[in-house]
């Protein structure tokens, strides 16, 4: 499909297609375990350092920026007023949920699980961690693509289209984080790989979500713009970055980050 065509579409079928690209992305990333069974833990934290920086460089490029400029379009509250309410409610709502979704973090120790007790497998609840993870992340596009249909200077197709890109491209070390470990606690080849890629199916669910509430409701946009931003920073802090530097490969796991906030910063700087 074509820009023309692509930016033809209703804001809603753009969010759907730009998450099934994000997913896509994650499953190709979980696909790794048809190639081997394990993966060196040096690349795989500079992977994950990589991911934490393209989603702290797309929370305030593709975000917060955009929320900070659309406040005053919008709105007759003080600027930063609508992004720091929406931003600290993103991370209010990640920590809710953390509280209460069974989950289990890739590096926690047997009986590590958080949320509510449960006697689910650990398999699912390593899914379910990341599919937590995955949340704002469609949730974030979906937003950018309702913003960009409003027409406002602060927000562009181009910009969402970026945000998209970037979440993509960190999405494949993330299914590949999954997989791998699933494949280490046992489970098959395949089974590891639909598990895997299963855990980013929510994006396109809180991307078309995102998109359907900015276009409704057009005063909510910096609101959801920031706190789409908040819950990203949130995964980073709370999950990504420890994660990454937790098996002695700090140097190269902030390397990665660095590496990964200049790319999103890149995309968002050239194309939105």
Do not use: C
């Not at 995955?134 to 309702?146: M, S, Y």
């Not at 927000?155 to 979440?167: D, K, Q, R």
């Not at 994006?203 to 959801?224: C, K, S, T």
């Amino acid at each position: 499909m074509d820009a023309i065509g692509f930016n033809d579409l209703h804001p809603v079928l753009q969010a759907l297609f730009a998450t099934g690209f994000t997913w896509g992305m994650t499953a190709l990333g979980a696909a790794t375990v048809f190639l081997t069974r394990t993966v060196s833990r040096k690349l795989l934290d500079s992977m994950l350092g990589f991911a934490a920086g393209v989603m702290m460089a797309a929370s305030f490029w593709s975000l917060l920026a955009p929320a900070i400029e659309m406040a005053g379009e919008v709105s007759s509250l003080p600027v930063w007023l609508p992004p720091l309410i929406g931003f600290l409610a993103g991370g209010v709502m990640l920590r809710g949920l953390d509280l209460v979704l069974p989950h289990m973090h890739l590096d926690a120790p047997e009986g590590g699980a958080e949320g509510l007790h449960t006697t689910w497998r650990r398999s699912v609840l390593l899914v379910l961690a990341i599919t937590l993870h995955n949340i704002p992340e469609g949730l974030a596009v979906g937003v950018a693509f309702g913003a960009a249909a409003e027409g406002l200077s602060s927000s562009t197709v181009a910009g969402a289209i970026a945000l998209a890109l970037g979440v993509g491209i960190q999405n494949f070390p993330e299914g590949l984080a999954v997989s791998m470990p699933l494949r280490g606690e046992g489970l098959s080849r395949t089974r590891s790989f639909w598990y895997g890629q299963l855990s980013a199916l929510v994006e396109p669910v809180a991307g078309l979500i995102g998109a359907a509430a900015v276009i409704v409701a057009r005063p909510i946009l910096p609101y959801a713009l920031a706190f789409a931003a908040g819950a990203m920073i949130f995964v980073v802090v709370e999950e990504v970055v420890p994660e990454s530097q937790s098996n002695g490969n700090k140097d190269i796991a902030t390397m990665g980050a660095m590496i990964g906030f200049a790319v999103m910063m890149m995309l968002d700087v050239s194309l939105g």
